[in-house]
């Protein structure tokens, strides 16, 4: 057997460590998500930016993703990175560009007649899920100087400026949302 130098024999031990982690979470959501029912729909939740996008704020943007990612289990997925250009006609029949760049996240839908049926600790955990990813991005807001709204599917939401969500997404969102995981059933 060829002798380890201690660094990769450490690595060694932080891979396998990293992986059983990664298992365990696994394990405590998959059981959860096993209670919800099969074809239940999935809505995507954006927090999409509203400023000028410059390299800075893109390398900030995303290294908060992959900070956030790694703080807790997601019920489906972590906040993915959202970055297209839309080719459109702009009102003198021109052809324009439209940036869209933010994150998405994947929630099982709580919209009638589903949110009778969704698992409440699913929609509590869907509920500190966005409530860190909105928290992040008015911390970036702030930090950073730009805007952002939200919107749920297609359907707008609110928006975050200089680091402050507006009442339809602190009020309208939020806090009804934790009202409703937090009641009795």
């Not at 029949?93 to 994150?103: D, I, K, L, R």
């Not at 807001?141 to 975050?160: N, T, W």
């Not at 402050?164 to 997404?169: L, M, Y």
């Amino acid at each position: 057997m060829a002798c380890q130098t201690p660094r990769v024999f450490l690595a060694q031990i932080l891979c396998r460590t990293v992986l059983d982690l990664s298992r365990l979470v696994a394990r405590l959501v998959a059981p959860m998500n096993a209670n919800v029912q099969p074809g239940h729909p999935i809505s995507s939740l954006f927090v999409l930016l509203r400023s000028k996008l410059t390299n800075e704020l893109s390398e900030s943007f995303e290294r908060m993703l992959v900070s956030i990612s790694k703080v807790r289990p997601w019920v489906i997925d972590p906040p993915t990175l959202v970055d297209y250009i839309d080719e459109t006609d702009d009102a003198a029949g021109e052809q324009a560009e439209a940036h869209t760049y933010g994150a998405g996240l994947k929630l099982y839908s709580a919209l009638p007649p589903w949110g009778a049926k969704l698992p409440r600790a699913i929609d509590k955990m869907h509920y500190e899920e966005v409530k860190l990813l909105v928290d992040e991005a008015c911390r970036l807001s702030r930090e950073a100087g730009v805007d952002f709204y939200l919107q749920l599917d297609r359907s707008p939401i609110g928006s975050i400026r200089h680091g402050v969500p507006d009442e339809s997404i602190q009020r309208g969102l939020l806090e009804e949302w934790r009202r409703a995981v937090e009641s009795v059933a």
